[in-house]
């Protein structure tokens, strides 16, 4: 009932197409200014490596190492602030590859975990006795 009177009244549907055009065609995007895109991949590659470097560099195993060497992690950015883009990258990707060995404690952990529930599910007992050949304390 109220389009029907509303597409009676052809001046108003003429000012609202009249909108409808005016706010798809112009373009919101138009004072954006092409720039040079090596310029921005390099920058932003730079600022990913430094990113990589300070992440490791908050590990505490990590600053322990630095303080037995008798240097701060301030220190190894300062340093690090001073080399260029490819010593950036080739520091990120031992970093990396330091970070893909990882610590094998949490494999462990839930090897153990998961021998220990199937011998619980089993109902597997695990007994521990002293060697035979070991003299024993009790009498």
Wanted: proline share 2%; hydrophobic share 50%.
């Amino acid at each position: 009932m109220f389009l029907e009177r509303l597409l009676e009244k052809k001046g108003i549907l003429m000012l609202m197409l009249a909108i409808a055009m005016l706010c798809g065609i112009s373009p919101a995007n138009s004072i954006a200014m092409p720039i040079d895109s090596q310029i921005v991949v390099s920058s932003s590659q730079q600022v990913v490596h430094i990113a990589k470097i300070q992440n490791f560099l908050n590990k505490s195993m990590v600053q322990n190492r630095l303080a037995k060497l008798g240097l701060s992690k301030e220190s190894a950015m300062q340093y690090i602030s001073t080399m260029d883009e490819a010593q950036l990258a080739k520091l990120s990707t031992r970093i990396e590859s330091i970070d893909k060995a990882g610590d094998g404690t949490l494999v462990v952990v839930i090897i153990l975990l998961i021998a220990f529930i199937f011998l619980y599910m089993t109902d597997s007992m695990i007994k521990l006795e002293p060697r035979r050949g070991s003299k024993s304390t009790r009498k």
